[in-house]
């Protein structure tokens, strides 16, 4: 609005609009919307071109800038238990706003009957054990224990 020079409770002059550009790639096309605004036109340049997510990469690598990491919500519900592990031991401020949020939803999501959790585990995002496999002394056949490849030799 503010760009159109439009103040608010002020109708949009038909024949307006802005773009708005989400850096959406290729292999997330299924989160692409339309704007819930008329005068807002939602654009996916990323997805224009044909960029995945490894595309993208390398022309960051092409053009001298450094690999982001990945982009996610504080909050999302699913992120992985690798993923919290790194946020608490590497982005604390991130942690203690995605625990505090966890604690804020457990019982106030109205139209949900029961608790509600950020993790699968649904305890307290404070109280999951974020360690890895290896860690609890369990046996792993996904990491490295077996090279992580199926010879079928399990009897499985």
Request: hydrophobic letters at 35%; one cysteine or more; charged letters at 30%.
């Amino acid at each position: 609005r503010e760009m159109l020079g439009v103040k608010p409770g002020e109708r949009v002059p038909k024949g307006m609009f802005v773009e708005q550009w989400f850096g959406i790639s290729l292999d997330e096309a299924h989160r692409m919307k339309d704007s819930r605004d008329k005068w807002v036109v939602n654009r996916y340049p990323l997805i224009e071109k044909g960029m995945d997510r490894y595309s993208c990469l390398l022309w960051l690598e092409r053009h001298g800038y450094p690999r982001p990491p990945k982009s996610a919500c504080i909050g999302c519900p699913y992120h992985s238990i690798q993923h919290w592990r790194e946020m608490r031991d590497n982005r604390p401020d991130e942690w203690t706003e995605a625990v505090e949020w966890d604690a804020a939803i457990r019982h106030g999501m109205k139209g949900v009957v029961g608790e509600c959790y950020l993790n699968r585990a649904l305890v307290p995002l404070d109280q999951v054990d974020l360690r890895t496999l290896r860690e609890k002394s369990q046996l792993t056949f996904f990491e490295d224990d077996f090279g992580n490849e199926c010879e079928g030799m399990c009897g499985v």
